[in-house]
């Protein structure tokens, strides 16, 4: 009896969803993505945190705020999902983690590709990350204008990486050259440049390289902090100062971007979606050339456990909104998204025909966000790591280690425990086994060898 309540709920879910998507769409917005780099659950103001972020706290309160929007741990493998629809793991081991290499094969469909089919000009702004090398830039994965860098960060002041031979990427259209200036400010103009210039309908995607190390913000920001008194080492409270700067930067320059959208009259047909691309760092040394200092303090995530790289909620759980005024009713939606829900939802809003045989992994969650429907049938949501792997599935959430000789599965409630505290692995067998089997049946499609072009590519 259980199990056919349960399934005439699902089907009258997806009948709502169904009558849903009948109904007449806004006509086919820009849309403006925005990708923090390493910012902290607690980093922002709408979460309490000791950084100001009055441009975004108000983009919350009008707008969605997306309460559990969960990433991958690390770099790389969020911005693989988030413009591909897919599981990381999909496209080889290499992309479960930082990469040089190449993520994406030749041909492989991404959000810019499918929009530019949709009738959208497309451009993207900071940081690429899914190859170091020009050939494997933007420009060749469906974006008709791409500027910034193609590694996972850079500094600052210098645009330059660490030592060796991804050391210089600086580029606009792939063509690698020199610019003085700071990179988030750079970035921030280019973005500006594109909303007042670019042909609607248009998709922009900004992947800051703020607030990733190394830390810093020019003098304007840090003088936000010059009175503020964190009860620190003085190390401490100036990495703070900085960092706060760095935060403090970021939400100022989003703010420009809704100036020159309310200036040239596309504030209303414009959908801003914002997240990180995963939860922050607790510190960190500074490996990359420039003369920006280490930061000994850098984001909180608290209450959430853990941090970037790990598969605790700290380190996959982010700060993420959507807003449209006018389309979007402001509210604080729960429902489960994570960044592979992007392609599929922002697609079928801009009208893209999808070719037979194409399968996404996310899923249109388009009337979740204008609220046409209170929830989604039960899905799950796959997180692969070279340490192990996470499903979260109807409020559970399962982790699995590599070397299951070394650490043991861990199950957590998060729905009632989303601090994770109690491990109910042992108390609930029953749970275990079921979100075990779900696992098992995710990995099928999974990519576990490198593909052979790049066996001999240097990451």
């Not at 703020?210 to 936000?224: G, I, Q, R, T």
Request: proline share 7%; glycine share 8%.
């Amino acid at each position: 009896m259980r199990i056919r309540i349960q399934s005439l709920l699902a089907i009258l879910l997806v009948s709502h969803v169904l009558l849903a998507e009948e109904r007449p769409r806004p006509e086919k917005p820009n849309i403006l993505l925005i990708v923090a780099d390493d910012l902290g659950w607690r980093d922002v103001g709408w979460h309490g945190g000791i950084y100001q972020t009055p441009v975004m706290d108000q983009l919350v309160r009008e707008g969605v705020e997306l309460d559990r929007h969960y990433v991958q741990p690390v770099c790389t493998p969020t911005r693989a999902a988030l413009l591909s629809g897919q599981w990381t793991s999909r496209f080889g081991p290499h992309a479960l983690s930082p990469s040089n290499r190449r993520v994406y094969p030749a041909g492989t469909t991404t959000l810019a590709s499918a929009l530019k089919e949709a009738g959208y000009t497309t451009h993207l702004a900071g940081k690429w990350h899914l190859g170091s090398k020009a050939e494997w830039g933007p420009n060749h994965y469906g974006f008709d204008h791409s500027y910034g860098s193609l590694t996972g960060a850079i500094d600052p002041w210098t645009h330059l990486y660490r030592p060796g031979s991804y050391l210089k990427t600086w580029h606009r259209d792939g063509i690698f050259f020199e610019e003085s200036g700071n990179a988030t400010e750079l970035v921030a103009k280019q973005v500006n440049n594109w909303i007042r210039s670019a042909k609607s309908p248009w998709l922009i995607y900004v992947p800051f390289h703020a607030v990733h190390l190394p830390v810093d913000a020019p003098e304007e920001y840090k003088k936000l902090y010059e009175t503020t008194d964190f009860q620190e080492t003085p190390e401490r409270a100036e990495a703070m100062r900085r960092m706060g700067a760095f935060i403090s930067q970021l939400d100022a320059k989003v703010g420009e971007f809704v100036t020159s959208l309310e200036e040239t009259h596309q504030r209303s047909r414009t959908l801003i979606v914002f997240t990180s691309d995963n939860g922050g760092l607790s510190q960190g040394k500074n490996p990359y050339v420039g003369s920006v200092p280490d930061s000994p303090v850098l984001s909180s995530n608290l209450p959430l456990k853990g941090f970037k790289n790990q598969l605790y909620e700290g380190g996959i759980r982010v700060s993420a909104f959507a807003n449209w005024p006018g389309v979007l009713t402001p509210r604080k939606v729960e429902e489960t998204f994570h960044a592979v829900d992007w392609m599929p939802t922002l697609t079928q809003l801009a009208g893209w025909t999808m070719p037979a045989g194409h399968v996404f992994d996310g899923q249109n969650l388009w009337p979740i966000l204008t609220g046409a429907v209170p929830a989604l049938p039960m899905r799950a949501i796959y997180i692969p790591h070279p340490a192990g792997w996470v499903v979260i599935q109807d409020g559970w959430k399962l982790i699995t280690y590599r070397s299951l000789k070394q650490r043991a599965p861990e199950l957590y409630h998060i729905a009632k425990d989303p601090t994770e505290t109690t491990d109910l692995a042992k108390r609930e067998a029953e749970k275990l086994e079921e979100l075990q089997a779900v696992l098992q049946a995710m990995q099928r499609a999974d990519v576990t060898v490198l593909p052979k072009d790049l066996v001999n590519e240097r990451n």
